[in-house]
């Protein structure tokens, strides 16, 4: 079985539990790549749900609400006023905040509204003071009535629900108790999503990189630990670096798993070194303002978009869960467009809302009350649509490139 590797698996979601209802859906950044993005996957998932694509200019938006379809419609909406999301959320069954970057944000305006409002909720969050800040509200949503799902894209959100998984069959398989997990994520080049992810890679690299080693909690150098990490077929070897993931301290805190981390890498390979250059050069104050950094962004932005042009937008993600016995398990998940996956993903989180699979409270994706685990499988199934490589609780020789033999056919 030398090189054995694990086929291109594309998953076709499965119908929408759905067809006689017609939710109104309001996603927050509708205009942007991961709300339009999140758009068209919900109304393939979903063809009744009414959408509401918010965001400032009408001209884009209109002219993007007609290509999706006529259930689809533009409205004019202020995320920095609470007011005008108020007045967004009346009427509406789900509001899906995707108007990013969360990195330096005080106040969670788009939850205490849907609160308020009675509307169920979901962000697509990758920052962890936000992600803890709206977990704060969990009393006030419990109390309300209303369901909220943080952190839920595709990383954080799959990744979370995939490392849930892993741990879980672990357990029940008494394979050994969870020990160690480590989240691997490759994007080539900006993955497509341009200006936004920019900003958001650029404010990750002014802060601190937490992690936990052995229940103790550790601060480590932003883009740096570099490992090389094999994503299997279709990717190969690439290397990754520490940042700073909100879904380390949910996973260790939820999960209970004692040792976990967060590594992030993409190409062209130089990409990398103007990271590391970048966190190690800059000072932090200005990683951390926002206006500063949307000026890097503005300096950066025309040579991001011509590499990408060639780098395309390929994405992986690698869960490896060890476990006290030496057995290692993992999840790998590929696909060829991020600006198509994540909105995948962050679809299949709106669909587990709207099918009612969680229950009222604000919770993070590997929260067994927030996604019920029955529905988890359903959930990976409708994110993982059009992957070329989705594998779950494999251990790693199945899926690396060049797995390493021990003798006698056995691989590790």
């Not at 609160?115 to 990758?126: G, H, P």
């Not at 130089?270 to 104050?285: C, R």
């Not at 991020?338 to 809302?353: I, Q």
């Not at 709207?354 to 019920?372: C, M």
Request: aromatic share 8%.
């Amino acid at each position: 079985m030398a090189g054995a590797a694990v086929s291109p698996n594309p998953i076709h979601p499965p119908p929408s539990l759905l067809p006689s209802i017609k939710p109104r859906v309001i996603i927050l950044g509708g205009t942007g790549r991961v709300g339009a993005s999140t758009a068209a996957a919900l109304s393939r998932f979903c063809p009744s749900v009414r959408l509401f694509l918010a965001g400032r200019n009408r001209e884009k938006g209109d002219a993007l609400a007609s290509k999706i379809g006529e259930n689809t419609k533009f409205v004019q909406v202020n995320v920095d006023d609470i007011h005008s999301i108020q007045a967004a959320l009346e009427g509406m069954d789900l509001v899906v905040h995707s108007a990013g970057p969360f990195q330096q944000e005080e106040k969670c305006n788009v939850l205490e509204a849907a609160i308020s409002s009675n509307t169920t909720y979901l962000d697509v969050c990758d920052d962890t003071n936000y992600a803890w800040r709206a977990k704060s509200f969990h009393e006030k949503a419990v109390s309300a009535g209303v369901t909220a799902l943080t952190t839920s894209g595709i990383y954080p959100g799959v990744s979370n629900v995939m490392a849930a998984e892993l741990v879980r069959l672990a357990k029940s398989d008494n394979i050994g108790e969870p020990e160690r997990l480590r989240f691997f994520y490759y994007t080539a080049g900006s993955g497509g999503a341009g200006p936004t992810i920019l900003a958001t890679s650029f404010l990750l690299l002014g802060e601190d990189v937490i992690a936990y080693n052995k229940g103790k909690e550790i601060k480590l150098n932003s883009y740096s630990g570099m490992l090389t990490v094999d994503f299997g077929k279709g990717v190969g070897k690439k290397d990754v670096y520490l940042l700073n993931l909100p879904e380390v301290r949910s996973a260790h805190v939820i999960l209970g798993v004692p040792t976990v981390s967060a590594r992030f890498g993409t190409s062209p390979f130089f990409w990398n070194w103007g990271m590391e250059a970048l966190a190690s050069i800059v000072p932090a104050s200005i990683l951390r303002d926002k206006t500063k950094v949307q000026q890097l962004v503005q300096l950066f932005d025309p040579f991001v978009r011509a590499i990408d042009g060639i780098a395309g937008e390929r994405v992986s993600m690698r869960v490896d869960l060890d476990c006290t016995n030496g057995r290692s398990t993992l999840g790998l998940f590929t696909h060829k467009r991020l600006s198509v996956s994540v909105g995948n993903a962050t679809a299949a989180f709106a669909m587990a809302l709207l099918e009612g699979a969680t229950q009222p409270g604000v919770w993070f994706p590997e929260q067994p009350e927030g996604i019920a685990v029955e529905a988890r499988k359903k959930l990976l199934e409708r994110a993982a649509d059009g992957t070329s490589n989705f594998v779950m609780n494999k251990p790693p020789w199945m899926v690396e490139t060049n797995p390493k033999e021990i003798g006698l056919g056995i691989y590790i």
